[in-house]
């Protein structure tokens, strides 16, 4: 592709996002697949580096996210906390005869807390470089493990995780719940309920159940179950941070940012959605241009 420099590979869990760039990091193309490392196989790596390569060129390539976990091709380690671009470019993981480096992921270990993240860094400090955010902000990055991270001067010094996402697919598929989960989550009134219901709650486990309870007995239509268990935990994940009058810079897909933002508006905050994409293409760019 002319005027390609390098591919920029999200490459996660589940999907893979890769871009395409040139010298002066804009995207000349991009392409999402479902080639995340849980669909590769052990030593398959190589195989689906080619693949893009015979798509996009022959080019070099820097990759950020689980494909440097114990589950990916390498591990590429952790930095600790804080951290900045110039940390994470100084630290890759460079697979020999490959021409591919693997961004490391953060680290955090605090008295009795520890926590690590891989591939959230790359998009928040790419949007604090980017100016998508002030330089000391505070951001939510919804998902199967939501993370709210705190950037302090262009720093990420501190971060939480919260099994939101993988709790609501467990109970969604694999609970006594399940079979009231079919109707479709989006921001409405059920949603809104779970939300205040959360804030009240003396015991989120209780109001799960409660769900259940309220379908049997009629007061909720297994149609709405589904958006007020959403409700509920996400409620209980934003109570938790206690945002009141805090701005929130939500990294997210449009739809889980949605839910996301309503709760912390709902909640007493006030939430700005970030382009995710533009918000990593910064940061793996300042990282490729750190370590040339």
Same mark, same amino acid.
Not at 71 to 76: V, Y
């Given at each position: ?27 000349? /193309? ?8 849980k669909?590769?196989a052990?030593?398959?790596y190589?195989?689906?580096? @080619?693949a ?6 022959? &080019? +070099?390539?820097i ?7 114990s589950?990916?091709?390498?591990? !590429?380690g ?6 900045? &671009? ?5 630290? &890759?993981?460079?697979?020999?005869g *490959? ?8 680290s ?7 926590d690590?993240?891989r ?10 470089? *980017? ?5 000391? @902000?505070?951001?939510?990055? +919804? ?10 001067d #262009? ?6 995780? %919260? ?11 694999? =609970?006594?719940? *399940? ?6 989550? /989006?921001?409405? +009134?059920?949603?809104?309920?779970g939300?205040?219901?959360?804030t009240? !709650? ?7 159940? #409660?769900?259940r ?14 958006? %007020?268990?959403?409700?509920? &935990?996400?409620? =209980? ?6 945002? *009141? ?8 897909? +449009? ?5 996301? $933002? !309503? !709760? ?5 905050g006030?939430?700005?959605?970030i382009?995710?994409?533009? $918000? ?13």
């Open positions: 592709m002319e005027g390609a420099a390098y591919l920029a590979v999200d490459w996660g869990t589940t999907n893979r996002r890769t871009y395409v760039m040139d010298d002066g990091g804009r995207v000349l /193309a991009t392409q999402r697949d479902d080639h995340g490392v669909s590769v052990q030593g398959g190589p195989a689906e580096l @080619a893009l390569r015979h798509q996009f060129g022959h &080019l +070099p390539a990759a950020a996210g689980m494909v440097g976990s589950l990916g091709w390498q591990d !590429a952790y930095v600790g906390a804080p951290a900045e &671009l110039a940390t994470l470019a100084g630290a &890759l993981t460079r697979i020999e *490959a021409d591919f480096a693997i961004v490391p992921g953060v955090l270990a605090e008295g009795h807390r520890a690590v993240m591939g959230e860094e790359v998009q928040v400090l790419g949007a604090n470089l *980017a100016g998508l955010a002030p330089r000391t @902000a505070i951001y939510c990055q +919804p998902g199967t493990h939501t993370k709210w991270i705190t950037v302090e #262009g720093r990420l010094t501190d971060f939480t995780t %919260m099994m939101t996402g993988e709790i609501f697919a467990l109970l969604r598929d694999h =609970s006594i719940l *399940a079979e009231m989960m079919r109707g479709a989550v /989006a921001d409405g +009134p059920l949603f809104r309920e939300l205040l219901r959360a009240s !709650a003396q015991s989120i486990l209780s109001e799960l159940f #409660g769900v309870a309220a379908v049997l007995l009629g007061r909720l239509s297994r149609d709405d179950a589904a958006a %007020m268990l959403s409700g509920l &935990l996400i409620g =209980s994940d934003v109570v938790a941070r206690q945002i *009141a009058d805090e701005t929130i810079y939500i990294l997210a897909d +449009p739809a889980l940012g949605s839910l996301y $933002a !309503a !709760a912390v508006e709902t909640l007493g006030h939430a700005t959605l382009d995710s994409h533009a $918000a990593f293409v910064a940061g793996i760019h300042h990282i490729w241009e750190l370590q040339r």
